[in-house]
């Protein structure tokens, strides 16, 4: 089985039996951002996850050893997303990025935040003026290596 | 003087004189990032902030003047970066795009996070196994209008 | 069943009991463009909505049910599209775009006009010398967080 | 005198002169969107207009004669723009282009919108929950000739 | 009956049956450039002519129903395209596009030639030194509108 | 002297001349597209003409001389043109290409229009509903050599 | 049958009747390069070659009469191709086309090298240090034409 | 110096002293289009060489010494030259790429011609039916090692 | 059997009988990189490996046949790599291009590792910090003709 | 002074003076690649390096300031290389990225190498047949967290 095949056969299965992304990451005991990810083909589950994860879906063992394969990375189908909620995030890195990368270096010095050694947790932060969305990006600072 | 001839004077300036973003950001008492964007051309200063400014860096009127004209934004020079740690921002948004746009609708429906009515914020989190980049996205949920 | 899939059945649906756009639009009290949008996978229905939309067309409710799914946003191939109607919409945001730019922060102050709290209106204006085409954008406007 | 150099040149004296888009249109008695374009080099003035608008910014013979030339027209250095404010409608454009193809052809049959035939006004919406952006394009219908 | 599996039908039973496309173009009593056109799904056929040329052809009503729709327009995969003959054309406007351009506005000011209420013509020159392809546009003069 | 310069050159000493494309080519016996094209650098002028038109400009001998050098083509920035007059010839190749190169397979067989053996005319059509830009090119057919 | 189709067909029955390329050319009396062309959807066999081939590879009538189509030309899928052997091509062009273009200049004047009346040689030169490919490209001069 | 200014230089005292290509070959005792890709920067001349050459061309010790940096190569300004004389080379590959790729592994087995170990020829041959240009490619067969 | 589907016939096969790359390649006594390379159609298997290979994963002879086919070599679907890992190759020829390229002319002169007569190695190298993964590229050095 | 004009400087005083790169890095006790990126504006000298770099070049405090600089990093002009020597890391990428993502994973797990914590080393490997160029990458390895 594919891996994209088994991303289609879990949204379907999940859409069907009315389950949430929420109630999936519970059921396995992991962030719904990080489970959300490896059921879209973007991380690795083990053996148990993802046993647990189709027996909640009703889905067979196919799909199961699917999920422990690791996958080629890329959820998106070009490098300027179209989708507007996902193009938000390209204008920040464009519009922003030389910002956050001079300061991230004036508290750092020459080195970047992993992308690999890094975790993403999103909260609906209620506001009169309108509910805010936090994304907070936490990533292991890596320093250049000098040799 | 044009928006991009401010931005080196700036930098040059604030190299000179050894000063620090934050030192700039707390002399106008707005946030490290929004400062160092609007230095670098991509937020409007208003007629106090771009005179306090340029006052600390010993800057004209000219470059005061150019801080106050709202720019055309984009600050890379081009839509994929190179640069690593401008890319790892790329690399997250390609990766975890399409997992970010899933939880968000989960948990708001249909619309998307401001990049307009948004603020980021960078902190160092300190970690026995080594420092951590945190940056916090807050930009307003727009619901998307039915008409 | 696949947003897509689900788009080409209307289609057809629509051209067989021979539908028109307007008519459908009516059928759920909502706004001809917006319903377009929505029935092509670029709009989010409600139950009400869809249901009542596939009963006209004589569709399932598996239908009904991806009409109600918030699609990946995004109705052309290309970045530059090809079709001569679309394209002319491209050719005015390449050649107005920095005019309409100027006086929006002129008249406003910096900031943009939001693509989500959005409507798209398209009349026909009978004109002598030839019909026009008005189509009128209304979004709402969105400052620039300072922080 | 280049084109390029004499757009340059219009918005260095404007800004020193304070005088505002509206003004400069009303000068010349046309809309202030084409006259933004046309001192951005995007549509081309006539002698009296282009005379007009240099003595009011206080300029040479030498602008006036540019504004006069017919330009070659594209006012964003990429095809799909960065700039969130310009961004937005190639947004609208890559989301809604296909619902505004449909219900065009639904109104006028096989044709398009021109983009040469065509004005564009912006208008302030006072809206109590936030100002709105209102832009209105009208352009002559133009049906595909058959032979 | 997707626009595309039209168009391989028609061609199909074209060769099939050993019709000329100027064959084709008789029977419905258009110009040939306009008739292989539609056939390729770039121009939209009234009802009689789709029935004359599916008769023609042998082909069924869902034919005839697919060339009366108003089709999504470009007949190549790739904006810069790889095939020698086409391509001779794209080449002609990198090379001679900027000559053009200042011709017309020489002899007509600031406009465009129509690709709407335009025609094409394509004759086979007798020339002792090998025969030559003459192809004619002919294209209404659009001035641009001032406002 | 550089190709580029010796363009700006004679462009500039053209307008301050008041002269017209046509005068110019009227000077050395040849057609005004070719002449224009020469001028901007896409075709190469024999001793003669680049001395009779720098005369008419009063340029001098180091303009003569680039003119007579065998220039780089391309006279456009980018493969997709983005100004309205030149991009309708850009359309035309997108969309009727597929049909142009049907028709002439079927009139000549598989071979192409030569862009080089090749001419270029323009002319005013007058017509009552408007006058039309016709625009003919005329190239040797090349039949496809096998060996 | 598609030309793809074709293509595919005739590797296949290649490849199990164990004949080479060479095999195929000489039962048609062509060169190998062009055959192989041909073979690929590159150029038109006319019928008598296409009946040979086909009964060589003992495929039936559809192959035969789509080897005889004029196909649409483009043998691979990018402008910058990814095979090391192709790329190598690419390269040299890339590398030494302005060399090759100042060269033929010099011996020609302006003008091209046909690659429509045209044809290529590949041999195998013994060379103690290790064989050689060479590839010889011969095409007809064509000189501009002045009009 | 830089090396593109050596190519500058160059030319231009190339056309002052009206030295052909081939004469500054021969001066240097080696091939034409060699000798032209050195001066054009993508190969490198040794001392004698380049002393030789910028005597016969009356410039300067400095570039000499360009001429003996191993420059970074590529000749053209972008992936798919807009240049008919160079386009065509571009064509070959793309037309002929599969074929020159087929032949080559039958001949040889799984490996590349040599850009490295190669060298380029070009000839005028005589023909009544207009000279032809013919290029011929000589390059290594590199097979492709196992291990 | 196309490449492409022996390919996937491989890895299927692999997964199900819980082969690893290292087993396989031991199998052949190649190289794992090597053989890895092969599996995934980017180098070609002589008869006894293909026969060895399709032996243990319980595959049959078509497959065997695809595997001796010299495959048209490139194994990424863009040109700039989505996938993390892949990605920090591209990033280190981003990076580090230009100063490997001039180490190398430094050691070598003019000319190029070569990527045919080449091999890679890849090895954990057990370190207290974290293990490392070292990579060694080992290719022939070419040294540029010079003629 | 920008970090461009830095590198430029740079080179032209090591090539005046006759250093090696190799002698530039025994003079600030580094591996010579690394000290290659620096002064290309690749890495980030510390002030001790950079003064003692600086003295033996002859170049004065405000180049010494500028390799001190963290800088946007990047050496090359275009996603895929054209120089040859750079191009052939490109394709082992392009070629090999497959498997060695294969490979990798089968020996660590979901993770990639480091281009970060990374360092190269570049040697000359005497060889009978052909002296060969040895790159090694050793990075660690750093596996993805599980949140």
Redesign the interface.
Known sequence: M?RSECT?AVLEAK?ERGL???ELADGIG?????T??AL?G???MDRSEAETVTAMLGLGPEVA?ALQ??P?????PS??????????????????????????????????????????D?Q??V?P???????????????????
């Not at 080629?72 to 998106?76: A, E, N, P, V, W």
């Open positions: 594919k289609e859409q949430t992304l929420q992991c962030h719904v951002v990080w959300t990810a879209m973007q991380a690795t050893q394969q690791i080629t990375k890329g959820s998106l490098a300027v997303p179209v989708d507007p909620l996902i193009y938000r995030f390209h204008e920040i890195t464009q519009v922003y990025g030389a910002a956050i990368k001079a300061v991230v270096h004036e508290m750092f010095g020459d080195g970047i935040m992993s992308a690999i050694d890094f975790e993403i999103i609906r932060v506001d003026k309108g509910d805010r969305v936090q994304v907070t990006y936490s990533g292991k600072f890596l320093p250049y290596r000098k040799w």
